[in-house]
């Protein structure tokens, strides 16, 4: 079916009483749109849906008798004004009239819109008068935008010629003062996406670099210059016609893409979700395997999105000299080529940038003068320009290059805003290939927020906040960095420790590769490659030690600073390693993950301090734990003796393991709650001051089967979340379990109530011994997308426990059944490392079995089939 077919069908239309028959009409149009999608031009589509709907509306207003009213008028706004429609789109009607319509008319216009939301087309209206109109617009920089658009469907042809005169006066709205609204509303919809388009699930109408941003040039042209084809922005020489071919060849790829996600999702739908992506790739024709197809379909959204944001800077930041009449304030001559404008960088004559050595030697002045804040119009166009005309040949190849790049590297001010320059437009892209490699790079898990070129962009920002005076936050990080000799080190390998990612292989010891030939043809010395090297290779290693061992047993301390060498070694991936978590998500970095490191990294310098003796670090700590302890229970008149007795059911990890202050803590709730114990009772205890990066939910009392699985499904009811927890059977057979416990967002547990109410759910619960625990938390939407197989893997470390790995689905309930495997296998569980890494679960558990031994490899066979059995009956989990 064709739309010239669609638009005769609605012409046959005698009657509205005709419900089902309308609906039919409005069905068949998105069997049209479905059907044409991959044979006709997408314009074709987007215009053709609004003139489908522009039929229907006429001939239905008119079958109510409203189009020979006079003072009536029947308007499209808003997106639907300028013509264009995507198959869910909101359809943004104003129906306006000189005066206050009488009831009968009132009540006709009901009737129409009753219809319209019968056959199920997606409206939003207005009924008013021209007068409460302008008053509303004048109020209202949304109902104003809705106005520029507005074109008129059907009805009284004076009234809306009198409508636009009204909004277009200066006392609605002057150009200049509709400019500034625009522009301040695309500055605060760009902060909520973090200033980047590079989100891996994006916004295809409101990210930066997006339709929106291609909007915000055209209702300013539309407002000030009265121009609704952009060919005038040409004319009035903003654009060139090739910016302006450009830009609309971006808009019909954004358009593509925003109308194959309305037909996956069946709905008005703008956020490319993972759950949609797959489809919406074969749709567009990138094949049907999935991962391969997504990475096409997003890596060429991402580079067009660029190509928007550049244009969209250009056009905005002439339009805001002009329109708010602005004149250069200061002008600073630099050299021959370049001078400042206020606080742009601008080109005096066009030839700036006549080879690639040019761009670099443009980011040096950059470098070396920090009140440059941005680049001018002129600027950007020029440096846009000659990206193109270079693009031929990878700048790498060039001996001058490499010169001037180590050079730029090696620059105090070099990272500042220089780098932003290089990333924003592509000059690193154009200069080393496997960074064009990375850009627009998907990273198909939740624990990545971004592509991993904006990935990486981030983490060298973080690195250099650290060498900052406003850095507070960080001190370590700071003092670190400020003694380095060497700086351009630390730079390189955080641009290189991802740069292998995509590849086939360990992209950590890929990239160290990678940087080892980066380093031997840009003049590093060999001893400074190496260590650049190392740092790629092991950039992941201190993460994992802390997140996945335990840090307080003297053989992995022993094992991690064997690894790490030196105090150098330590203090440069320290750095790395915190600068990665923070830029690999925002909401990543928490206190539970601040402490773990900040532990690893204080015992990892002692042992090397002390030649590698972890045993006599460890015991120093012990002994250091017990005096000042002790110190603090005798200010709280604790009886000596039962502390000493009490004391000596614990073993030494134990001192080693806690603070001073939680030590304190534990003991005087332990010793006031034997005085008062009965039977079968439980200590249930939280705290919110004394733990390391969270709440400590401590419990003391007689052991029991199955503890572990019951305060895990309670915890994960209650939408918190266990990240740590220790769990020991003192010398005289009683239980003492220390759990960190966080909301499921990685934020400490606030609130008396909250924390009073974790406790009573957790002794209701033990007080219904061999019940499950009733847990009805779902699995979230972003979820139920990916697949993550369940592994499960043994280490024996150690005689008396082993080690095991699991890797599943963070799926509700996972800990409980997990938990109550051990207790059917008959295990006694010493130690939970509980690691979420954004839908990953990556848990380690530390296990003895019944003769307090390591397990054999029989047992080992049979947990591993336990395991699977009972995560079998959790929903959605992937058993291979």
């Given amino acids: 079916m064709k739309l010239k077919s669609l638009c005769e069908e609605i012409a046959a239309i005698e009657s509205t009483d005709n419900v089902a028959a309308i609906r039919q009409l409005v069905i068949n149009s998105y069997d049209w749109l479905r059907s044409s999608f991959t044979e006709e031009p997408i314009n074709e589509l987007v215009t053709g849906r609004a003139v489908f709907v522009d039929t229907l509306l006429q001939h239905l207003w008119r079958l109510y008798g409203l189009a020979e009213l006079k003072g009536l008028a029947l308007c499209a706004v808003g997106g639907y004004g300028r013509g264009h429609l995507q198959p869910y789109s909101d359809i943004d009607l104003l129906i306006v009239s000189k005066k206050t319509l009488p009831r009968d008319i009132q009540d006709k216009i009901g009737q129409f819109i009753t219809l ?10 207005s009924v008013r008068t021209i007068k409460e109109t302008v008053k509303l617009a004048k109020g209202d920089i949304s109902i104003a935008t809705n106005l520029v658009e507005s074109r008129m469907l059907c009805g009284c042809d004076q009234t809306f010629v009198d409508l636009w005169h009204a909004v277009n006066e200066k006392d609605t709205w002057t150009s200049q003062a509709f400019f500034a609204a625009k522009y301040d509303e695309q500055k605060a919809r760009h902060a909520k996406f973090n200033g980047t388009s590079y989100n891996l699930e994006p916004n295809v109408k409101e990210n930066p670099g997006c339709l929106r941003d291609i909007q915000s040039i055209g209702w300013v042209a539309k407002k000030h210059f009265k121009e609704y084809d952009g060919q005038g922005l040409v004319g009035h020489g903003y654009f060139t016609q090739e910016e302006l071919d450009e830009l609309v060849e971006c808009r019909m790829a954004l358009w593509r893409i925003r109308f ?7 709905r008005s739908e703008n956020r490319l979700l993972f759950d949609y992506q797959p489809d919406v790739a074969t749709l567009m024709g990138y094949g049907d395997d999935n991962k391969t197809s997504v990475e096409k379909m997003m890596r060429a959204f991402f580079r067009n999105v660029r190509r928007v944001s550049e244009l969209n800077q ?16 200061h002008r600073h001559v630099i050299n021959d080529d370049y001078c400042i404008l206020d606080d742009n960088i601008s080109p005096i004559h066009d030839d700036v940038f006549s080879t690639p050595e040019d761009i670099l030697d443009f980011l040096k002045i950059i470098a070396d003068h ?11 166009r020029a440096l846009r320009n000659a990206r193109r005309r270079f693009q031929s040949a990878y700048y790498v190849k060039r001996e001058a290059c490499r010169i001037k790049l180590m050079a730029l590297f090696r620059h105090p001010h070099f990272f500042d805003f220089a780098w932003d320059i290089m990333h924003q437009y592509g000059i690193l892209q154009a200069y080393l290939p496997e960074w064009d490699h990375i850009v627009g790079m998907m990273q198909f898990d939740l624990f990545h927020a971004y592509t991993v070129d904006e990935h990486t962009h981030r983490l060298v920002k973080h690195v250099n906040h650290y060498f900052s005076r406003d850095n507070k936050a960080f001190p370590r990080c700071g003092r670190i960095v400020r003694n380095l000799d060497k700086p351009e080190l630390l730079y390189i390998a955080a641009i290189f420790h991802d740069i292998a990612k995509g590849r086939n292989g360990d992209h950590s010891t890929l990239g160290a590769k990678d940087v080892a030939l980066f380093c031997d043809s840009h003049g590093i010395a060999s001893n400074d490659a190496e260590l650049i090297a190392w740092l790629v290779e092991n950039h992941l290693l201190m993460s994992v030690v802390a997140q996945r061992r335990d840090i307080y047993d003297p053989e992995v301390v ?24 923070r830029a690999t998500n925002d909401n990543l970095w928490n206190d539970w993950k601040s402490s773990l490191l900040r532990e690893l990294y204080s ?29 603090l229970l005798k200010q709280h008149g604790t009886d000596a003796d039962k502390l000493e007795t009490l004391w000596s059911r614990f073993e030494d990890d134990y001192f080693a393991r806690f603070k001073p202050e939680q030590i304190s803590w534990h003991s005087r709730e332990i010793l006031a709650f034997e005085e008062r114990r009965k039977a079968g009772d439980m200590l249930i205890k939280t705290n919110n001051e004394l733990a390391k990066g969270g709440t400590e939910l401590l419990l003391y009392g007689d052991d029991r089967p199955a503890l572990f699985a019951q305060i895990a499904s309670v915890l994960d009811s209650r939408n918190c979340s266990i990240h740590d927890a220790h769990i020991a059977v003192t010398r005289d057979g009683h239980v003492f379990d220390s759990i960190l416990i966080l909301e499921n967002d990685g934020s400490r547990i606030e609130g008396e109530s909250r924390l009073r109410s974790i406790e009573s759910a957790i002794e209701d619960q033990l007080l219904k011994p061999g019940r499950n625990h009733n847990n009805t938390r779902k699995l979230s939407r972003k979820h139920k997308q990916l697949d993550v197989p369940v592994k499960v893997r043994f280490y024996s470390s150690q005689d008396d426990a082993t080690l095991i790995e699991l890797e599943a689905l963070d799926a509700p309930g996972i800990l409980a059944k997990v938990g109550h495997a051990f207790v059917d296998c008959k295990l006694t569980l010493k130690l939970a490392k509980i690691a979420t890494i954004g839908e990953r679960a990556e848990d380690v558990f530390i296990v003895s079995n019944e003769q307090g031994k390591a397990l054999t490899p029989e047992e080992q066979t049979t947990l591993k089939k336990r395991i699977l059995f009972k995560l079998d009956q959790l929903e959605d989990i992937n058993i291979p």
């Fill in 260 to 266: 194959a996600l309305h037909l996956v999702a069946g």
């Fill in 558 to 581: 022993n094992d991690f600073a064997t690894a790490v060498r030196s105090h150098t070694h330590l203090n440069l991936l320290y750095v790395l390693t915190l600068a990665d978590i």
């Fill in 116 to 125: 319209l939301w019968d056959i199920k087309l997606d409206i939003g209206q």
């Fill in 314 to 329: 250009m056009l905005l930041q002439r339009f805001r000299y002009d329109m708010l009449n602005q004149t250069t304030q």
């Fill in 603 to 631: 015992m990892t310098q002692k042992a090397l301090d002390n030649g590698l003796q972890c045993g006599a670090t460890m015991r120093e700590r012990v002994d250091t734990h017990k005096q000042k302890a002790t110190q």
């Fill in 370 to 380: 920090p009140e440059i804040k941005g680049l001018d119009t002129s600027c950007i």
